[in-house]
């Protein structure tokens, strides 16, 4: 596979994996009393993340207590379990 073929192959392979996100919100504290302030809901009850393209790295929850955004990768491979995620369930 040329290089640019590989880049797209990727790109697509990315894409599909974003793609399995249920937008609960769980993993950024969507049910909890101190969620993430990039948290947005819509009025279907799905969530979205506010600032995705720079979310990784230090971040702050309404209270402002500050805490590291990391990779739904990274949150799964921590031991984190939310029902219904689609990632933490294919790790299982
Ligand atoms: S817990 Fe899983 S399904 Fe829910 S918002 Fe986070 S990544 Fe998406
Ligand atoms: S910055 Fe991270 S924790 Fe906050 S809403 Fe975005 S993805 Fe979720």
Do not use: W
């Not at 040329?2 to 996100?21: D, G, I, M, T, V």
């Amino acid at each position: 596979m040329e290089e640019r073929e590989y880049e797209k192959f990727l790109a697509q392979r990315e894409s599909e994996y974003e793609a399995l996100c249920r937008r609960c919100g769980e993993c950024c504290g969507a049910s909890g009393e101190d969620p993430c302030s990039n948290l947005v809901g819509d009025r279907h009850g799905r969530y979205f993340c506010k600032s995705y393209s720079t979310r990784h790295g230090i971040q702050r929850t309404i209270s402002g207590r500050t805490f590291m955004c990391v990779s739904i990768r990274d949150v799964i491979r921590s031991g984190a379990y939310y029902h219904g995620c689609p990632y933490g369930e294919a790790a299982r």
